[in-house]
């Protein structure tokens, strides 16, 4: 199999090339500590027949390339509900901690009034897959963006927008597993690429101000379908600096959940 973004050494996970973020080798995109953790959550689920429903992460503190030890507790064990919490550390500290809610999946009649809309993004076979450095060039000097990582390891098929006007529709693919070895689940690959709901509804604030994000909150009504994953996100701030990016997730059948991120502006790093 295709290397992922971690090799796994027990409890340890270390974070291959492809794991890294655009700014500095020595920090990883946050993508990456978001489908780690959503990983070995899924992993504690034994197989329970639960489906995630809810996944929320805190980036405390800029993950570093380092060994990431991770951690699952179990809150709340139930037939129809689940509750996970995973954290990892680096060197002793604590960078980033995560919950998972877990429901029953059980068979329903739903009204016409209570089901979720069937329209997707356009097609993504009329826009080729780029990386997405090749994506934002138009938008970021390019030296903003030549590490590899993360951001060059998706595929992006770009609809309209990232821009840096607060908006955008984009297909994304991780052709890679998140862990070497372990095939992705569809939930675990829709945590991964969550995080860059802020990237794709990027908005620019002036001249080298941008936006940052502080968490993923990942809401799921059914698993994606295929590996294609489409994002429509919308971000807004106020006068505070402090506002919200609000990404809904498709795959070729529709809606399948929406992601919520918290940002905060922030100089956009120049390598200067």
Do not use: C
């Not at 060994?67 to 809150?75: G, K």
């Amino acid at each position: 199999m295709t290397r992922g973004l971690f090799r796994r050494d027990s409890d340890l996970y270390h974070p291959n090339q492809a794991a890294l973020g655009p700014w500095s080798p020595d920090f990883l995109h946050g993508g990456s500590p978001s489908g780690l953790l959503a990983a070995v959550m899924e992993d504690a689920m034994d197989g329970a027949d639960l489906r995630l429903a809810r996944f929320t992460l805190d980036l405390l503190r800029p993950v570093p390339a380092k060994p990431l030890l991770a951690t699952v507790e179990t809150v709340r064990a139930g037939r129809r509900l689940r509750v996970l919490q995973g954290t990892l550390s680096a060197d002793g500290v604590v960078v980033s901690r995560a919950t998972g809610l877990y429901l029953e999946k059980t068979p329903v009649a739903v009204p016409p009034e209570g089901r979720f809309d069937t329209e997707s993004l356009p097609s993504r076979t009329d826009h080729p897959p780029a990386s997405l450095i090749e994506v934002a060039e138009r938008d970021l000097p390019q030296k903003r963006l030549t590490l590899p990582g993360l951001h060059s390891t998706v595929e992006v098929a770009l609809v309209d927008g990232i821009e840096g006007l607060g908006r955008g529709r984009a297909w994304m693919r991780l052709p890679v597993p998140v862990i070497d070895g372990q095939p992705s689940s569809q939930a675990v690959r829709a945590a991964t690429l969550s995080d860059f709901g802020n990237g794709v509804g990027q908005l620019r604030l002036a001249a080298g101000v941008g936006s940052i994000n502080a968490d993923i909150t990942l809401y799921l009504h059914r698993d994606p379908a295929g590996e294609w994953l489409g994002l429509e996100a919308r971000s807004r701030m106020e006068n505070n600096g402090n506002g919200l990016v609000e990404t809904t997730l498709y795959d070729d059948n529709g809606p399948v959940g929406r992601v919520m991120q918290a940002i905060l502006a922030m100089p956009v790093y120049t390598g200067d």
